[in-house]
Nanobody, 123 residues
């Protein structure tokens, strides 16, 4: 079992930045691909970004490519999502997820999920 806890969400103006963090409970964190997903009110959950277990490969949704950066620190069992140039359409609850299946761009490839952190971007 892996427990994931997200932090770093909040209210920011359009054009601003936020950095989300996800802390994992398990020492075997380094075997998991890690992903970020988001769900806006009234919409389905969607893929945002993912990083392979080694950190050697990253994946991004087209809507965030060039603005968001995913990274991980296996020694600290942490994964991060740096979000720049935020837009109102980025407003959503952001979820961290862990899984072992590839490619890690579908929520079906993940086994563990955090509770989410709210990101609100005002215009």
């Amino acid at each position: 079992q892996v427990q994931l806890v997200e932090s770093g969400g909040g209210l920011v103006q359009a054009g601003g930045s936020l950095r989300l963090s996800c802390a994992a409970s398990r020492r075997t964190f380094s075997i998991y691909n890690m992903g970020w997903f988001r769900q806006a009110s009234g919409k389905e959950r969607e893929f945002v970004a993912a990083i392979s277990w080694s950190g050697g490969r990253t994946y991004y949704a087209d809507s965030v490519k060039g603005r968001f950066t995913i990274s991980r620190d296996n020694a600290k069992a942490m994964v991060y999502l740096q979000m720049n140039s935020l837009k109102p359409e980025d407003t959503a609850v952001y979820y961290c997820a862990a899984g072992t299946k590839s490619p890690p761009i579908s929520d079906l490839r993940y086994d563990y999920w955090g509770q989410g952190t709210q990101v609100t971007v005002s215009s």
